[in-house]
């Protein structure tokens, strides 16, 4: 169980490393695109692959917010009630949030399976087949869903979620 605890808790990671990656290539599309203008080149596409590295940065991002804490969670709730109904609101969170994510992988995953049925390519310069970026919707969709999963299993066998936060309160100093 170790084994698989430390998998997914460097796949976790490891997503969250892509969608900064994803977040340089953005900035790095703008640079060049910024250069091409003033020597008087044209990128053609670049404000294409941006928006696709935009999207796959925040689907990237999920499941390793989730784990680190970084979500919005009804904490001021959960932290004002006793442990036996804190615990029923645990699993009724998680098994909604992860009902919610697996329902959309499947949708995701048949609108990007269409898309590379009928050879659908986007409308803007750069004529890309548009299952290569909507895939990333689904490894993201998917990658929250199994943290969803994961914490709500967590929750239902120790009887407490495995979110850590990382981040320093300043409590208005």
Sequence with gaps: MTLLRRFLDFLYSAAGVLA?????????????QMIARWTGEVFPGAPDYAGYAMAAASFFAFANAL???AHIRVSILLNAVSPGPK?????????LGAAIA???TYYAYNFVYYSWRFN???QGQDATMMWIPQSVMVVGGSLLAIALTDNLLHVLTT???RIVRDTIESHGE
């Design 20 to 32: 900064a990656l994803c977040l340089i290539a953005i900035l790095s599309l703008i640079v060049i």
């Design 67 to 69: 784990s680190r804490g």
């Design 87 to 95: 615990r029923l609101l645990e699993i009724w969170c998680f098994g």
């Design 102 to 104: 697996w329902y959309f």
């Design 120 to 122: 659908e390519i986007s």
């Design 159 to 161: 009887g407490d979620h």
